[in-house]
């Protein structure tokens, strides 16, 4: 399966000759050359996709292929940096949700991105962004994926500050850039630890579930806990930085001033999950070697979970909402891998229950990345008719969009979780797996998922239906080439529930059967029916005052909510107020006054010792001879009397 | 004949060596420098003669050297010269402390 190689080759192909050549294109040229190339990049996928899960595996369990591995730098006899292929289902399945959504929302920016300055460059960093994260997820060793892993957090800052006359885009670019690079530094530290242990970078060889890799790890603590702790704690920290968890989320909200196809693409579906892809990737470890540390996980994820439900309750900025829903739903996909067990392979050669955590996270992943990414387009649809991202200046807004009203509100029964679309399927499987691991912990992501359907339609109500606002420009339907991805993707998200998903990714890489558990779904179901109702009294006629006093019966909470609960506020106060003045300023002034000091000194007395020989620079032929004559005498008697 | 014992040539050399180099030092006429460092080289030249003389007998090189020297000193005198007479085109006379392009 060599091939796969292509994939990567073809968005990189496109970046260089349209970041090279690009400005020669007239109109929307290269927008087509580049979505020809994603294109050949989709069905390369889906051909991959196709032949490894119809081959079938050794005794039932899907293999690991490793079709391309180059040694690229070699350090000791076991340690090196190979650059190479990895093909197992979730790479696999990883690939098929990346180019489908690259390759829609390629189509999509033909009509949004129309006539934009810049639009070539536009089409090179979707292409550079398309090819890291093929490459990230395909990595076969944990330094490969290092690596691309930065390069994705390259094209994103590129994108989202692709409007640079914006000052808020640039200052969100930057905001995001240093974010993930600080969360990054971690990883790289959990990195260096984890292979000065192990001896390798390898994922096979660190998956394998080898007691011996791990053994020179063993007993060695550092500040109470274990070494081999806090480098897989380090490395979900480098985790936790890009897919937006708590503390670290800060960036991905502001990240939406970059265009809405780019937080389609980049902020929804792809970039923002390398974080559950690499706990996913490097589950084993984490489950057979550092179970607290999992189980840390899921605390922080259900927490993060929660807070950006509450967030996305009262904001009013419609991309603003989607981006805390994107928050709560990465959440909701890292406390089932952390509530998640290994599954074993039973006798009828299917797996176990336990390994449920893992497939719904995985399948959530899925089923998220599609609905998600058709919400951030329609939204674009919407943006792009009413030229603001507020709420109140939309409304009613159905007659006029008829298509993008469809599609987000099937978008928005599948996120709330409402059968037949795909995402109930995926919602309830985990909250299943966080029921099998604490019942508290599963009311607590069932009250969530509850919340979610209320802001998603809170949104959806306050979009399509309620009061009008006044336009002085006819408000119009998108062009085909935007409703079309819409359609498409509405259509995957009909159908993408009754994948059986577990036969194709599972922890083991056994089929998993999916059974739905009825008492689970059918609360979920319910409370989610209930939220909707809520939702379309408070909202649906636009004129209501309640919810003004809903708002002010919570009071304090309400206005924290629309602060998001003044986090920005306590970074800035950390950086501005302690690190600037208190660090910073006293580093600045010894590098003014000491560092340059001791240089600025050693200049003046070589400036003054000049000064006091300078009388002997006579410009006198003859004063030169004496004072030679002189110090041939002078070494004379030094030979002499010596 | 009784010769003339070396020292006594030496103590001249010397004499016309240290006058040599007193005389470049102290001179304010660039003829007189030049007239000096003639004197030093001479001096040297009286070195080798009476070095060969006494010391190696039967050999000729230090002669030989001397001549070759006297020859290299009448070139380097013109060349001076020639210097000297630029100078003064230049600057009108040819005295040494008004020679203070060394400074700049």
Not at chain 1, 93 to 104: A, E, F, G, K
Not at chain 1, 516 to 540: E, G, M, N, Q
Request: overall charge positive; aromatic content about 14%.
């Amino acid at each position: 399966m060599e091939y796969t190689l292509f994939i990567l080759i073809l968005p990189l192909i496109g970046f260089l000759s349209l970041g090279l050549l690009g400005t020669r294109l007239k109109g929307k040229t290269a927008g087509y050359v580049g979505t020809a190339l994603l294109a050949a990049t989709a069905i390369l996928a889906y051909i991959t996709a196709w032949q490894y899960f119809s081959t079938p595996g050794v005794d039932g369990i899907r293999p690991t292929l490793i079709p391309l591995n180059w040694e690229w730098m070699r350090f000791t006899e076991h340690l090196h940096i190979d650059l190479g292929i990895l093909l197992d289902p979730i790479s696999v399945m990883m690939l098929v949700v990346i180019s489908t959504v690259s390759l829609m929302v390629h189509i999509y920016s033909l009509g949004y991105m129309e006539g934009e300055k810049g639009f070539q460059r536009y089409y090179a960093f979707l292409g550079l962004f398309t090819f890291s994260m093929c490459g990230l997820v395909v990595a076969t060793n944990i330094f490969q994926m290092y690596i691309f892993w930065e390069l994705v957090g390259v094209s994103s800052y590129l994108l989202i500050g692709f409007y640079y006359t914006k000052p808020e885009a640039v200052a969100a670019s930057k905001k995001a850039f240093i974010v993930t690079r600080f969360a990054d530094m971690f990883f790289l530290i959990g990195i260096l630890l984890l292979s000065y242990f192990t001896k390798t970078f390898d994922f096979g060889l660190l998956c394998s579930g080898e007691e011996n890799l791990f053994a020179s790890a063993a007993g060695k603590t550092f500040m109470g806990g274990a070494v081999l702790s806090w480098a897989m704690a380090l490395i979900f920290i480098g985790a936790a930085g890009k897919s937006a968890m708590f503390p670290l989320h800060i960036w991905l909200p502001d990240a939406m001033e970059g265009p809405t196809p780019v937080s389609a693409l980049i902020h929804a579906a792809t970039m923002v999950v390398a974080g559950v892809y690499l706990v996913a990737r490097l589950f084993p470890v984490y489950y057979f070697f550092t179970p607290e540390v999992l189980h840390g996980i899921a605390y922080v994820a259900a927490f993060t979970a929660l807070y950006a439900a509450i967030v996305a309750c009262v904001q009013t900025d419609i991309k603003r909402v989607l981006a805390f829903s994107t928050i709560s739903q990465i959440g909701f996909m890292l406390v089932a891998l952390g509530v998640s067990g290994m599954g074993t392979v039973e006798a009828n050669g299917l797996e176990s229950h336990e390994g449920l955590g893992y497939m719904a996270s995985m399948f959530h992943l899925f089923t998220h990345a599609m609905f998600k990414a058709l919400l951030f387009m329609g939204a674009g649809a919407i943006i792009h008719t009413v030229h603001s991202n507020e709420m109140s200046r939309m409304g009613g807004l159905r007659k006029q969009m008829p298509i993008t009203h469809i599609t987000f509100l099937v978008a928005c029964l599948a996120i709330a979780g409402i059968p037949p679309f795909s995402g109930f399927f995926s919602k309830d499987e985990i909250l299943t797996a966080t029921f099998m691991f604490k019942p508290w912990l599963g009311v607590t992501m069932t009250f969530i998922a509850a919340l979610t359907a209320f802001y998603m339609f809170r949104l959806y109500y306050n979009i399509f239906w309620g009061k009008p606002a006044q336009h002085d420009h006819p408000l119009h339907e998108a062009p085909s080439s935007m409703t079309s991805p819409l359609v498409f993707l509405a259509l995957v998200t009909v159908v993408a529930g009754f994948i059986p998903f577990g036969k194709f990714v599972s922890s083991t890489g056994a089929a998993y059967i999916i059974h739905l558990d009825w008492k689970v779904a059918l609360t979920s179901v319910i409370i989610a029916l209930v939220s909707i109702f809520i939702a379309w009294k408070l909202y649906c006629k636009g004129s209501s005052k309640v919810p003004d006093k809903v708002a002010g019966f919570f009071g304090p909470l309400y206005t924290a909510a629309k602060h998001r609960f003044y986090i920005d506020e306590v970074y800035q106060f950390i950086t501005h107020k302690i690190i600037f003045r208190c660090i910073s300023q006293p580093l600045a002034w010894f590098d003014r006054h000491v560092i340059d000091g001791i240089l600025n000194g050693i200049a003046w007395i070589t400036c003054r010792g000049s000064l006091a020989f300078r009388w002997m620079q006579t410009g006198q032929l003859q004063s030169y001879a004496l004072l030679l004559l002189c110090g041939c005498l002078l070494l004379l008697c030094i030979g002499l009397f010596r | 004949m009784e010769l003339i014992p070396m020292e006594y040539y030496l103590v001249v050399s010397s004499i016309m060596f240290f006058a040599g180099i007193y005389g470049f030092i102290t001179r304010k006429n660039l003829i007189a420098v030049l007239i000096s460092v003639e004197l030093v080289l001479t001096s040297t030249d009286i070195n080798f003669a009476v070095f060969n003389r006494f010391l190696f007998p039967g050999h000729l090189e230090g002669m030989f050297f001397t001549l070759f020297s006297i020859g290299i000193s009448a070139a380097e005198t013109a060349v001076a010269i020639a210097i000297i007479i630029n100078i003064y085109r230049n600057i009108k006379n040819v005295e040494v402390r008004n020679l203070k392009k060394l400074k700049d």
